[in-house]
């Protein structure tokens, strides 16, 4: 159901080219970080694990600290059902200062084809549009359809959203918690012909549909405190 890149880089501090790269403390250039932020070309380390579920964590380094001078924990729990994937992040302030963190779960989507896939759920939203310089406009269509490279911000959206690909008569379903934004992205002919750790036709194969916080503005915890938010992945055929 994920898309993973044939030339996805599986070496730090590489990010991996598909699956779903966590954006955090920093999603995009909303910030001063480097793009996405530095979790998700980080190390974690196993907290606990079944057959079904794993639970790993990061702590800021001393070098991170230097870029984000914020100590933080992060954790992410996944648990795997037959149709259904559950992902949870948390984010406990560690610190003795408060802080404004940004995040996305980045998820790559398979699709059998971009022509017989798109978006629904978005119709009457406002959206800034990263490639007109975060220009806002609103959501005309009943969905999202993909004819050249499209990388929208969604601003305070519905809570369930999907991709629907009528190729492979299928929908993928997120349904997200915590997370007011949704970030839906493809790269389309020229882009993905420039990125090194993606097949110049890849993107004919995938659409990425992020739950998010972005747009709407950041969040601000305390130290102490935990951030925590999710989405859950689910599979309806049709």
């Not at 969604?154 to 997200?176: C, F, H, M, N, W």
């Not at 750790?197 to 739950?211: A, I, N, R, S």
């Amino acid at each position: 159901m994920l898309f993973l890149s044939n030339k996805a880089v599986f070496k730090p501090p590489k990010a991996i080219r598909g699956g779903i790269p966590i954006c955090f403390p920093q999603f995009g250039g909303f910030g001063p970080l480097s793009q996405h932020g530095f979790c998700r070309n980080s190390d974690f380390e196993l907290v606990d694990g079944g057959s079904t579920s794993v639970t790993l964590s990061m702590r800021t380094t001393e070098e991170q600290l230097k870029l984000f001078p914020h100590r933080f924990e992060l954790r992410v729990t996944i648990s795997i059902g037959d149709e259904e994937l559950e992902q949870t992040l948390e984010a406990r302030n560690s610190g003795d200062e408060p802080f404004e963190l940004t995040a996305a779960l980045h998820t790559y989507i398979a699709v059998s084809s971009i022509e017989k896939a798109h978006v629904v759920g978005l119709k009457g939203v406002e959206y800034m549009d990263s490639l007109q310089d975060k220009k806002r406009l609103t959501e005309q269509g009943d969905s999202i359809t993909f004819s050249e490279e499209l990388d929208r911000i969604y601003l305070s959206t519905p809570d369930t959203l999907e991709v629907v690909d009528e190729g492979k008569k299928r929908a993928i379903q997120i349904e997200k918690e915590g997370f007011p934004d949704a970030v839906v992205w493809n790269p389309w002919i020229k882009k993905a012909a420039g990125m090194a750790d993606f097949g110049d036709d890849e993107y004919k194969e995938m659409v990425c549909l992020e739950p998010a916080v972005a747009g709407s503005g950041p969040v601000a915890l305390q130290p102490g405190k935990t951030w925590r938010a999710k989405q859950t992945l689910s599979v309806r055929q049709f």
